[in-house]
């Protein structure tokens, strides 16, 4: 699975609260889209799992996202595929 993903556009939010998280993802998602990237990462990590949620919760209702998946072999990693 790595392998499909590798050159993916890719968005690390370690250390980031849930609100920041929210604003970085939202942006993020607005690039790649413009950028006509097709798939992006999203490295939330697992913790207590708030980032992960909010991250999850900005996913469902953001119009450029086709779908999404959490990694079989990362939970603290989402992937994206965006609707362009």
């Known amino acids: 699975m790595l392998r499909?993903?590798?050159n993916c556009p890719t968005l690390d939010l370690h250390g980031e609260t849930g609100d920041i998280a929210e604003i970085l993802v939202k942006d993020?998602?607005?690039d790649n889209y413009r950028l006509k990237n097709s798939c992006i990462i999203i490295i939330h990590g697992?913790?207590?799992?708030?980032v992960k949620k909010r991250v999850h919760e900005e996913l469902k209702i953001d119009k450029y996202?086709?779908?999404y998946k959490q990694d079989?072999?990362?939970p603290?990693?989402?992937i994206v595929e965006?609707?362009?």
């Open 72 to 74: 079989n072999f990362n």
């Open 82 to 84: 965006l609707d362009i």
């Open 4 to 6: 499909l993903y590798k």
């Open 65 to 67: 996202v086709k779908k």
């Open 76 to 78: 603290g990693v989402t």
């Open 46 to 50: 697992v913790g207590a799992g708030i």
């Open 28 to 30: 993020f998602i607005y």
